[in-house]
């Protein structure tokens, strides 16, 4: 008997809103069905009466929510016949491109900004063994070229401009609406391509419209908000950045490719964007580190950084039902966790009295 791969990503579970038909030779990983976390903690200390939940993203297959989009960029450019897949890259697509191409048996180029994507991201790329294609330039110069090289090679684009990594990603809103049971008032995001919050808004759209999903909720969709590092922010200030700069590397991005969609999610929804420094983020990143055990990577923490800061204004009310996507796993950053973290390991002799002495003193 031929040998049948089970499938368990989120084009099987969601097949009648993607466009794939059931002959489709399907790339998948087990992406999707993520959990939707409520923190316990976090509320209490802030003082505040909210629902804030956290779609943690970074329980993917390879710890970011791009294997979304790539199941089924990667399953459609193989339906096309391509052989080989390009990206450029802050790192979470690399590595997520890099595995859907093992998948799928053909070949991922990957472009990276010289010496700032976090390790994690290079290590995952290189052992998947994708071609890797350092620039001595940022992620939008390597995107320029990426648009440039296709003309000139066989290659595919899997970055969120290819639309089939936006109908993979509004899945994550059809997941949110089915666990909830109801649309959450608020949606926060970090932003740094626009993708994801384009991808988010399209599936809260279709999903919430339509009768046959969830009765109870048919029109309600949620406010988007979306917040980005105050050293790269082009949505707060209406144009695009030439030199972004932020510790969270996976957002460092001055010219983001979904600009008129993310603005359309925006206005559509009667969301905003916001801006905040560095400092705001790893403490949010910290925080449900310490107070709710979720380690996600700075970038992610932006999206509970900005709720943070518009519940304490009051701007997002108490008695809202909040969800914040985490987009990357802590593990992909370690250098910055480490290097932010106040309290460093002490070593102490091997014996009973040192131990006893180190726990003691810390009781
Ligand atoms: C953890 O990997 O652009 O607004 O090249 O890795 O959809 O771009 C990563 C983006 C948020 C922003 N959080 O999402 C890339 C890349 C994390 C990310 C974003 C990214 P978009």
């Not at 932006?302 to 519940?311: N, Y």
């Amino acid at each position: 008997m031929a040998f049948r791969p089970r499938y368990t990503g989120l084009i099987e579970r969601y097949q009648e809103r993607l466009p794939f038909g059931d002959d489709a030779r399907i790339i998948s990983i087990g992406e999707g069905n993520t959990p939707l976390i409520q923190l316990q903690n976090i509320p209490r200390v802030i003082g505040k009466e909210v629902e804030i939940y956290a779609k943690f993203e970074g329980l993917n297959p390879t710890g970011s929510f791009k294997d979304r989009g790539m199941t089924t960029a990667v399953t459609q450019a193989v339906s096309e016949g391509s052989e080989a897949i390009i990206c450029a890259s802050t790192g979470n697509t690399s590595a997520s491109a890099a595995a859907y191409a093992v998948r799928a048996g053909i070949k991922a180029f990957v472009i990276i900004p010289d010496g700032k994507i976090a390790q994690g991201k290079l290590a995952q790329t290189l052992m998947y063994g994708a071609k890797v294609i350092q620039i001595k330039g940022n992620f939008d110069d390597g995107m320029r070229l990426v648009k440039e090289v296709v003309d000139h090679a066989p290659v595919t684009i899997v970055n969120s401009i290819n639309p089939y990594r936006i109908e993979g990603q509004k899945t994550a809103a059809f997941e949110i609406i089915d666990e909830l049971g109801t649309v959450p008032d608020y949606h926060c995001l970090p932003v740094g391509n626009a993708g994801n919050i384009t991808a988010y808004w399209k599936g809260y759209q279709e999903y919430s419209t339509d009768q046959g999903a969830l009765k109870a909720v048919v029109n309600k969709r949620p406010i988007m908000c979306g917040y980005q590092a105050a050293g790269a922010t082009p949505f707060t200030l209406g144009y695009m950045v030439d030199e972004p700069e932020t510790v969270a590397t996976a957002i460092r991005i001055g010219h983001p490719q979904s600009w008129d969609s993310a603005w359309a999610a925006k206005e559509q929804s009667g969301g905003w964007f916001d801006c905040f420094e560095d400092v705001k983020i790893l403490e949010a990143q910290k925080m449900l580190s310490a107070y709710e055990g979720v380690f996600c990577e700075p970038a992610s923490a932006t999206s509970l950084a900005g709720a943070l800061k518009d519940i304490a204004s009051g701007k997002i009310p108490e008695g809202s039902k909040i969800v914040c996507t985490l987009t990357g796993n802590g593990l992909k950053d370690p250098d910055t966790a480490i290097a932010q973290s106040a309290i460093k390991p002490s070593t102490v002799d091997a014996e009973l009295g040192a131990v006893k002495k180190a726990i003691l003193d810390s009781l």
